[in-house]
């Protein structure tokens, strides 16, 4: 079946400390995308990419940074300057040129700070 | 400015009644998209309908229906004869033709035994 994966489901992050969530797909999707999704609050863009070896921040990039290696995967890295980094993140992904094609989601992951 | 509105952040109705989740949004675009999704406790979203602007027939899906209105700028949700599995948070969402989904902050729906 055809989807997103994301992992690892729970993941705890010292002080200091860079942590990388994955996110892969293989719905031959050409834009992925990560979220951040804190209690009572809506789901925030933190970046996106369009296509491969390209990607673009959204709207709280800061202390967050990404790669896109390959077109089945977008991993997103915390780190140690991202200060609030307890949330839970969503990996998503769509049909870029076709804009009225849902997002498709993974199952998230949940950070937090040990 | 792009923006979507859902005022309501927390229903809770009893098993069997109807429910009506709001949202209302805002784009100067004339073409848009307009989608719900469903996060059931697991986490995932999971994708329920979509619209586009130039679309404004309402959908019956089940027990599900939505009324997309322009004159008002609101697509809202019906679920009838609700049930506890619909229990989840609910969230709306707007892409105006670019790379970006706009989510409204949710509605946490509670259905009561």
């Known amino acids: 079946d055809g989807g997103i994966t994301q992992s690892p489901k729970y993941l705890f992050r010292k002080e200091g400390q860079n942590v990388t969530l994955s996110c892969e797909q293989n719905?031959?999707?050409?834009?992925m995308y990560w979220y951040r999704q804190d209690p009572g609050q809506g789901l925030r863009l933190i970046y996106y990419?369009?296509?491969?070896?390209?990607?673009q921040k959204g709207d709280i990039a800061e202390g967050y940074s990404v790669s896109r290696e390959k077109k089945e995967s977008f991993p997103l890295t915390v780190t140690s300057a991202q200060k609030n980094p307890t949330a839970f993140y969503l990996c998503?992904?769509?049909?870029?040129?076709?804009?009225?094609?849902?997002?498709?989601f993974g199952d998230g992951t949940r950070l937090s700070i040990l | 400015a792009q923006k979507v509105t859902q005022a309501q952040t927390e229903i809770s109705v009893v098993e069997k009644e109807d429910v009506t989740l709001d949202c209302v949004y805002e784009?100067?675009?004339?073409?848009?998209?307009l989608f719900w999704y469903k996060q059931p406790p697991s986490g995932e979203l999971v994708f329920l309908i979509r619209?586009?602007?130039?679309?404004?027939q309402n959908e019956i899906s089940g027990r599900y229906s939505w009324n997309f209105q322009k004159s008002t700028s609101s697509f809202n949700f019906t679920i009838t004869a609700s049930q506890v599995v619909d229990s989840a948070v609910y969230f709306c969402?707007?892409?105006?033709?670019?790379?970006?989904?706009?989510f409204g902050t949710g509605t946490r729906l509670k259905v009561l035994a």
């Open positions: 998503a992904s769509s049909l870029f040129r076709e804009q009225d094609q849902p997002q498709h």
């Open positions: 719905l031959n999707h050409d834009a």
């Open positions: 990419s369009q296509i491969v070896n390209d990607f």
């Open positions: 784009t100067r675009d004339t073409t848009y998209y």
């Open positions: 619209r586009n602007s130039f679309d404004e």
């Open positions: 969402a707007l892409n105006p033709g670019t790379y970006k989904y706009i």
